[in-house]
Structures are given as structure tokens and as C-alpha cells.
């Protein structure tokens, strides 16, 4: 092919030449002289080279000539400005990268379908239900398949594997399985005969924890496991990724055991009940609701239900919290990767510019204008591939780190996440939008420079009219999108400042928490011998803490904070109203090692006992709501179900934040100061024993001494949520902080690009305005008159960017309220805040070429001209 | 040559083809011959015409072929296909058509309107 083409090639110039020959032979033959006759055939002629291209392209080797040729040139080019292609190339990158990272965990996490078969059809009811409920929703639902019954997980303590260990497990109907449609790996599923048989000891393992305990051996099957001092018959495997899809990194789930209901638990006040079904085939899920509510209609229902019962779809019941965040996170990325084809092409347009000279010369040498931006594109799309390129490696390993982080703050699905091929394809796309973004109008620009003006222009650089309007339109574009990224991190900023210094009402510093049981016997409520052993357990608990060097005090209580809540109603004397309060047990020395003070009256005391008056301490919120205005000591509270007690309120307390602030403000509770009710643990039979310890050493380095301790005096139980105040606090906020680390990273890199991009365009204007600052520095112009001049410019279009950008930015924001805390989503402050600090960054780009420009010789200035 | 008329677009192929159905021709006998056949009224410009040929050889109107020129010089002959011929003679055709309307149109006095 390529032998043909060169034959061919030879012929034509044979025959061209042979053409340039005849005509000169009969010029001559008219009285023309050798020299004189050549030259005048060759001008007939018209220029050789214009005709050569033509006649390729009629022979139909244009394109391919051309495009080779773009390619060597573009290559060229890259060579000779090779800090120009290493800013485009690293720029687009990073902005490529993150691209792809994120959008790959979008694709993880929210529209990958989940592992099971027709993934679609599985939804899950948004009700908790009672036995009552669940029963007359499953004979009567008729738009599905199976139905199944799920419970919360429930935890056990793991006895026989080593070290006892708390795990939890799904407890289901036989249908769960069905509902997934999910064989396991080796053994089997439990089946309704089974249940129905009342054969409900076995377990079902999860691929995770087989591997973790048993390290995937096959003969584990039929073994038993001992849980709380239950056998459970391990009956089947389930494949991997079969997990609890709540939880992404719930180390501690085992499996699935039967459902069991005991009596108390059939009765209708009971509602910790969770439906789980498969559609039919073709059913719509608004079918399913449409029934559902019908039922839901009927006497067995809670009347009226508190919210109307929604069947949503598994994978959005699993991942709703989390769709918000993503999606912005990626609306940030998309926006920085505007932002980074602003910046580039804002390099190539002004590179373009100083080469206009080079370009009118091939026009007026006869390129097409076609043809000139076919070379122009050839180097941004050179550019951009190479670019893109580098973003997908970067964009894998950005994935890799993305994961791990998403992993630990415990987003779902993101364990086995890889790359998503749909993201390629995205990269794709964007390379192609990136390209006509900033090498489609830097090249169409260039192209139409007007022959006469610039070929007979001798200053390089200087800038069409329309090329400034355009550079000074990207560095509004520019601004905009940073300032509306800036405000998205800005607020996420303050709501995680609002949060962490949010009062709690006691001393986060030097303190270990941990929490654990007493094995059951001694669980069950209320025997004296039960009572005994749990009192003593606990001083004996806090005696050998307080005996440990390093320990200021140590202190009980049921419930630590951060833990758990515990809501009861409890009533004062003569009234039938009830208060719905927190509830928990505490010893004499827990208000104390917390450092939450006394206000009024007195703390537990160890003669306060089983057998003396029965004493209460309230929280000044309790206190609050209960006796506004008066004294609460000695005031008679009462609280009990069944066997309804009076307590004497000894003392009031200072108030305290018990859980997560989002938590509680997203239930509509008070996050500072929620009513609290305690009571001695020698009165009230304590169901979880925390301790807490304020250490005078680093609280860490007390671990190995405190599992000694328990280890001795309780050792068939684990120590569970082991861990120092800070720790639990960054635990809760552990995926907000990922959120934000994120989003401010991207704003950071805008501003960096942002500063880049101005300080180019301002060094090219500075040096397109050479002539014009000559002039004025010669008559007189201070220094400080023309940097006022050149920063001027930059600051109005800047201006222009940051309105645009705050009007970006108020609208994006609504994507992100549910991560905010203490602000709104148009928080003025926080607005002002970031576009007074991009303006800051805007003009300090310009600073140093204005600066520069204002400080030259206005004679060296004027000869440049 | 100054007052030799500028050859409408489009019409080059049309006396490519003319000039060679009259016989086969190298490159520059097919300039020669058009400036002879319109006695010297229409003139091409030299390079052009190579592109042109070009065309229509890879459009199979013309087919060429290496050959031994008058002043024995190697020269490539340009000669017409069939298809080259039936494509002639629709543009005659149609050229014949336009030039008879141009014709009457311009001839048209007030009168006939």
C-alpha cells in the first residue's frame, strides 16, 4: 500500500515537472530566454506545492497526510513549550482523576445493581411492624412473590471460638432466602418444614465471617457455635457478599438464625418487626403500595399509623442516606473539571495569541482555515489524551485511597468496588467535552485572525480583540465555579466546626469508655441473688479501676455517652400526664468522673440501697420541664410500668449531651439538654454495665491493664465499644469528615487553579498592554497608577465570576443540607466569606505580572513597540 | 491572454472531458487544446488542471497511461472511459439546455414580457 502510494507520488511530480518543462520549451520557442521562460512557466503555473495538496486530496490521501502531519506538528509544539503541556496534561489529571474516583464510587454505591437475581423486584417495607401487622400484611399481599420477616440484628457473645467476642445476626423467616434468591455455597438454607418443626438452632454463616473464624474450611458444617450459652448447628454458607448490606464493615455479623417470636413478643405492643419481599414479575412497586395501605387500613393496624407504610426499593432502602453526599461530591468534581478546561483553555487561547503571526503566515501560504484548526485540535486533543490518560491511572489509584477511606467510615457496597467500566466510558465523554471545551475555541479563534493586520504585525502577542473578551470571559467562568465549590466545602466547614465545638457539658479529655454484660443468669431482672451479684460485680468492677496507677476515678453507668438511649415515660405525683425522658442507672462516682457537677442537693451514696427510700437524680432539663420554678429536691417522681414506684428526687444535675447531635436533632429531640432521669444501680436493675475512667495518663495506654482486670472478674463476657471519648467522638463524625475532607480538597485545588489561571491571563494582557503602560509611564503615570490600572481589570471580572458563582453556589447547596448542622444552605456569611477570599485569590494571581508590567522601563517598553 | 474570460465554476470537468474525447492527451496537450478549441477565449489556471484530472481518473471518467510524448518524453496520457463519455454527453447536454435558456432570457425585450 504504502510502496503504491510513494510510485504514485514520484508520478506525479514526473509529471508535474514534465508539464513545467513543455510550457518553459514553448516559451522559449516564442523568443524567451532559458532563465526568463522557467520562471515565467512556474509563476502560470500557480504554487506547486497548493496543487500537490489538492491533487492528494482528489486522490482522496488528504486526510491521513494531514492528520500525520498535524500530529508531528503538535508534537513539536508540545517540545517546544513543554511547561505549557505539563500544566494542561496535570491539570486535567487531577480534575480526570477525581472524575473517575468518584464516579466509580457513585456507581459502587448507588446504581451498581445489587449481587442477587432480578435485584429490582426485592424491596423492603419503611415500617416497623407488629406480629399482629405482619401477619395480616403477609396472607394478604397478593403482588408478591415471597414475603419475609427480619428483625434488627440481634447480638450475641461468641463463647467457643477463643476469646469470647460479641457478634450479631439477622434473625429471618425460612422466605429471606427465597426473597434474595440465594443458594448458598455449600449446606444449606433453613426451609419452612424446618421452622415449622420448631427446629431453630441453626445458623446460616456469611461468606465474611467463614473466612474470619473458620478460615474457609468446609468441615465447620454441622458444627456448633456457642452463642450466649445457646448451640447454634451451622447449617449452610452463604456466598460472598452476602453480608448485612446495612452496615458495610460489620465485622462482628455472623449470619442469619430463625426468627423466633416468644409469646411476649407475638403481642401487638411489640413493634421491632422489619417486612422484606420479592415482586412478582411485572408488578409495580406502586401496586404493592396501593395494597399495603388498603391492609394497612384495617383493625388489626395501629390506628392511626404513624407514617403511611412505603415499600422502597432494597438498594435505595440501603443507600438513601448516603445518595445526597455522592451525588454533590460528584457535582463538585464535575465542577472542577469545568473549572480545569476553563484554566487550559485560557493557556492554549493565550499561547494561540502569541502565535498568530506563525498562523497568518501559513494562511497567507495557502492552508485553509479548515486545515489550521484541524492542526490547532490536533494539539489540544494530543494534549487532552495524554491528559486523560494520566487521569484514569490517577483516577484508579485516587479509587484505591477513596475506597479505603469509604470502607472505614462505613459506606455500604464499597468493600469489593472497583473502578467502574461505566466510568471509562464517562472519561471518554468528558475527554471528548474537554477537548471541544478548550481546544475547540482557542483553535477557532486563532483560525480566523485576519491575514493583512497580523502578518504585517512585528509585536508578537498581541491579543484579537475578540481573544481578550474571550480570556477575561474565562476568568469569570473560572471564579464562578470555585466560588460555588468554596461555598459548597465552606458550609460543610462550618456545620463540622459547629459540631465538634458543640458544649457537651462534661471534660472530653482523659477519658476510656467500655462497656460489657454479665452473663445471663445474672441478666435476668430482679432476683436477690441476681441483684447481689450485679452490685458486687460493679464495685468490684470500679474498686480494681480505681486501684490502677494512672486512674483519677472511675465511674458507673448504664449507658454511656454516645451509647445509647433509653426512653421510658415517667409521671409526677397526682398527675396523669406522662414524660417521655431519657433513662438510665448510674453509680455515686459517674456524674464525678465525668466532671458534670451537682447543682442542687445531693449525689447517690452507697447507703443508698435496695432496702432505704427510693432516690432519683434529674438533670436540670428534667428538673426544668417537671417543676419549672421550683425546687425539684425532694419532689416525688414516679416511673415503673407494671408496678408503678415512687422515687425522691436527692439532687439535680447539670445537663449534658447524652448522644450524636445529628442523631438527636434529625428525631426532633433537644441536642443539649434533653431531660434525663437517673437512678442507683442498687435500686434499678442495670441490662449493660459501661464504665467510665478519667485517667491522668494517655487513656490508650490503660487498655491491656483494664482487660486484665475484666478479664478476671467476668471473664466469659467481651468488652465492647472500647474506646477513649475522642475516639468515639471522630467515630460519629467519621463520614462527615470524609464528606468535607473531599469537598475541600476540590475547592483547594480550584482556588490553586484559579490563581494559575489568572496570574496567565494577567501576564498576558500585561504584556499585550506593554505599548499602551509605555505611553502612560512616559507621561507621567505613577507605578502604583498603572499596577491600579492592570489589578483593576482582574478584580471587576472577578467580581462578575464570584455573583455568578454565589448564584451556582446557593443552588448546589440544596444538594447538601442534609450534611449541615448549625448553618443554613444560604448562609450569607459563609458565602461572603468564600468569594471574598476567591477575589483575595483572584487578584493576587494578578499581582505579580501587574506588578511586574508596572515596574518596567517605560523606554524599553516604548522601543519593544 | 487578459482578456481571455475566467472559466465558470464547475465547467473545468466539462472541457477536461471535451478536450480529451477529441483524442488521448498528456496534461499539458489537454491546456493546449482546450485554449485551441475555444480559440483562446477561456483560460485554466496550469496547476489547477492536474487536480482536476486527478478527479475524474479516480472517478473512472478518464483512465491514463504512461506514454512517449511528441518531443519523445516520457508523458502520462489522459483518455476517456465510457463512463467519461456518457458523463460528456449529459453535460453537454445540460450546458446545451442552460446556454439556449440563458440565451432567450437575455434576449428577451420589454415587449415579450
Known amino acids: 500500500m504504502r510502496g503504491k502510494r510513494r510510485r504514485r507520488e514520484a508520478e506525479i511530480t514526473e509529471e508535474l515537472a514534465g508539464h513545467l518543462e513543455r510550457r518553459q520549451a514553448d516559451l522559449m520557442a516564442a523568443g524567451l530566454d532559458a532563465e526568463a521562460a522557467r520562471r515565467q512557466a512556474r509563476l502560470e503555473f500557480g504554487s506547486t506545492d497548493n496543487y500537490r495538496e489538492e491533487a492528494r486530496a482528489a486522490l482522496g490521501w488528504a486526510r491521513w497526510d494531514n492528520f500525520r502531519q498535524d500530529l508531528r506538528d503538535a508534537l513539536r509544539q508540545m517540545r517546544r513549550a513543554p511547561g505549557l503541556a505539563i500544566a494542561v496534561v496535570l491539570t486535567l489529571a487531577l480534575a480526570m482523576g477525581a472524575n473517575t474516583a468518584l464516579f466509580s464510587m457513585l456507581y459502587a454505591v448507588l446504581l451498581r445493581p445489587l449481587n442477587y437475581r432480578h435485584p429490582n423486584r426485592i424491596v423492603i417495607l419503611q415500617a416497623q411492624l407488629t406480629y399482629p401487622e405482619l401477619r395480616a400484611l403477609q396472607t394478604r399481599l397478593t403482588a408478591f412473590q415471597t414475603l419475609a420477616a427480619q428483625r434488627w440484628a440481634d447480638e450475641f457473645t461468641l463463647l467457643d471460638q477463643g476469646a469470647p467476642r460479641r457478634i450479631s445476626a439477622l434473625a429471618v423467616t425460612p422466605e429471606f432466602f427465597q426473597v434474595l434468591s440465594a443458594a448458598p455455597i455449600s449446606g444449606q438454607v433453613f426451609t419452612r418444614a424446618e421452622y415449622d418443626r420448631g427446629d431453630r438452632n441453626v445458623i446460616v454463616l456469611a461468606y465474611s465471617f467463614w473466612q474470619r473464624i473458620f478460615a474457609g474450611r468446609s468441615e465447620v458444617l454441622g458444627r456448633n457455635l456457642n452463642l450466649d450459652g445457646k448451640l447454634f448447628r451451622i447449617q449452610g454458607i452463604m456466598p460472598r457478599g452476602y453480608a448485612n448490606l446495612n452496615r458495610s464493615q460489620d465485622a462482628s455479623f455472623a449470619g442469619w438464625i430463625p426468627l423466633q417470636l416468644t409469646p411476649a413478643q407475638r403481642i401487638a405492643h411489640n413493634f421491632d418487626l422489619f417486612l422484606l419481599g420479592r415482586l412478582k414479575p411485572g408488578r409495580k412497586l406502586r401496586q404493592a403500595n396501593l395494597q399495603t395501605r388498603t391492609i394497612g387500613n384495617q383493625p388489626e393496624f395501629r390506628q392511626p399509623i404513624s407514617k403511611p407504610m412505603q415499600w422502597v426499593r432494597y438498594r435505595a432502602a440501603i443507600t438513601k442516606k448516603y445518595d445526597q453526599p455522592i451525588w454533590l461530591l460528584n457535582a463538585a468534581a464535575g465542577l472542577m473539571l469545568l473549572l480545569a478546561c476553563l484554566n487550559i483553555a485560557g493557556l492554549l487561547l493565550a499561547r494561540n495569541a502569541g502565535r498568530r503571526t506563525e498562523i497568518a503566515m501559513r494562511a497567507v501560504l495557502g492552508a485553509s482555515r479548515g486545515r489550521i484548526l484541524r492542526q490547532l485540535l490536533a494539539e489540544s486533543g494530543l494534549l487532552g489524551i495524554a491528559g486523560c490518560g494520566l487521569g484514569m491511572l490517577a483516577g484508579a489509584w485516587m479509587f484505591a485511597g477513596l475506597r479505603a477511606a469509604a470502607v472505614a467510615a462505613g459506606l455500604p457496597r464499597m468493600q469489593h468496588a472497583g473502578i467502574a467500566g461505566a466510568s471509562l466510558a464517562l472519561s471518554a465523554a468528558l475527554l471528548v467535552l474537554a477537548i471541544l471545551l478548550f481546544g475547540l475555541l482557542p483553535a477557532w479563534e486563532a483560525s480566523r485572525v485576519n491575514l493583512n493586520s497580523a502578518a504585517n504585525q512585528t509585536r508578537r502577542g498581541t491579543p484579537s480583540r475578540s481573544s481578550r473578551r474571550i480570556l477575561e470571559t474565562l476568568v469569570i467562568g473560572e471564579l464562578a465555579f470555585a466560588v460555588a465549590l468554596a461555598f459548597g466545602a465552606g458550609l460543610l466547614l462550618r456545620s463540622y466546626a459547629q459540631l465538634t465545638s458543640l458544649p457537651l457539658g462534661f471534660n472530653p479529655h482523659h477519658l476510656l469508655m467500655f462497656s460489657t454484660e454479665l452473663p445471663s443468669p445474672a441478666a435476668q431482672p430482679s432476683t436477690p441473688a441476681s441483684r447481689q451479684r450485679s452490685d458486687l460485680f460493679i464495685q468490684q468492677a470500679l474498686q480494681r479501676l480505681q486501684a490502677l496507677p494512672g486512674v483519677r476515678s472511675a465511674g458507673f453507668v448504664e449507658l454511656s455517652p454516645f451509647n445509647g438511649l433509653i426512653y421510658m415515660n415517667i409521671q409526677r405525683r397526682n398527675d396523669p400526664h406522662l414524660f417521655h425522658t431519657l433513662v438510665n442507672v448510674a453509680g455515686p462516682h459517674f456524674m464525678r468522673t465525668l466532671g458534670v457537677p451537682i447543682l442542687r442537693g445531693r449525689n447517690f451514696r452507697a447507703d443508698d440501697g435496695f432496702n432505704s427510700p427510693k432516690v432519683a437524680l434529674v438533670n436540670r432539663a428534667l428538673a426544668e420541664e417537671l417543676w419549672p420554678h421550683q425546687n425539684p429536691i425532694g419532689q416525688e417522681l414516679i416511673f415503673g410500668g407494671s408496678r408503678p414506684t415512687a422515687y425522691r428526687v436527692i439532687g439535680e444535675a447539670g445537663n449534658f449531651m447524652q448522644y450524636g447531635p445529628f442523631w438527636m436533632r434529625a428525631k426532633g429531640m433537644k441536642v443539649l439538654a434533653q431531660a434525663t432521669v437517673y437512678f442507683p444501680y442498687t435500686q434499678a436493675h442495670p441490662q449493660m454495665y459501661s464504665f467510665l475512667v478519667r485517667t491522668r495518663v494517655p487513656p490508650a495506654s490503660l487498655e491491656a491493664e483494664v482487660r486484665r482486670i475484666f478479664s478476671q472478674i467476668n471473664p466469659t463476657e467481651p468488652l465492647t465499644n472500647f474506646q477513649t471519648f475522642q475516639q468515639r467522638f471522630t467515630a460519629l463524625l467519621v463520614r462527615r469528615r470524609l464528606y468535607l475532607d473531599l469537598l475541600a480538597a476540590m475547592a483547594g485545588l480550584a482556588l490553586i487553579l484559579v490563581l494559575a489561571g489568572v496570574y496567565g491571563v494577567a501576564n498576558f494582557m500585561a504584556g499585550a498592554r506593554t505599548g499602551e503602560i509605555g505611553i502612560r509611564k512616559a507621561l507621567g503615570a505613577e507605578n502604583a497608577a498603572v499596577l491600579r490600572l492592570l489589578l483593576w481589570r482582574t478584580a471587576v471580572l472577578s467580581l462578575i465570576g464570584a455573583a455568578l458563582g454565589a448564584g451556582l453556589g446557593l443552588m448546589l447547596a440544596r444538594l447538601l443540607t442534609s450534611l449541615l448542622y448549625g448553618v443554613q444552605a444560604s448562609d450569607p456569611a459563609t458565602l461572603a466569606g468564600v468569594a471574598a477570599f476567591a477575589l483575595a485569590t483572584a487578584v493576587a494571581g494578578a499581582w505579580v505580572p501587574a506588578r511586574r508590567a508596572a515596574r518596567l522601563d517605560p523606554l524599553a517598553m516604548l522601543r519593544y513597540e | ?113
Not at chain 2, 20 to 42: D, E
Not at chain 2, 89 to 113: C, I, N, T, Y
Request: glycine share 8%.
Open chain 2, 1 to 113: 491572454m487578459n482578456d481571455a474570460a475566467k472559466i465558470l465554476p464547475g465547467t473545468l470537468d466539462l472541457l477536461i472531458l471535451k478536450a480529451v474525447s477529441l483524442g488521448p492527451q498528456h496534461g499539458y496537450g489537454v491546456l493546449l487544446r482546450i485554449q485551441q478549441i475555444s480559440r483562446g477565449a477561456l483560460t485554466i489556471e496550469q496547476g489547477a488542471l492536474y487536480p482536476a484530472l486527478y478527479r475524474l481518473e479516480k472517478n473512472k471518467e478518464l483512465a491514463a497511461e504512461w506514454g512517449t510524448s511528441e518531443n519523445n518524453r516520457r508523458a502520462r496520457f489522459y483518455r476517456l472511459t465510457a463512463a467519461g463519455r456518457r458523463r460528456l454527453e449529459h453535460e453537454e447536454d445540460s450546458w446545451r439546455r442552460l446556454a439556449a435558456a440563458m440565451g432567450a432570457a437575455l434576449k428577451a425585450r420589454p415587449e415579450e414580457v
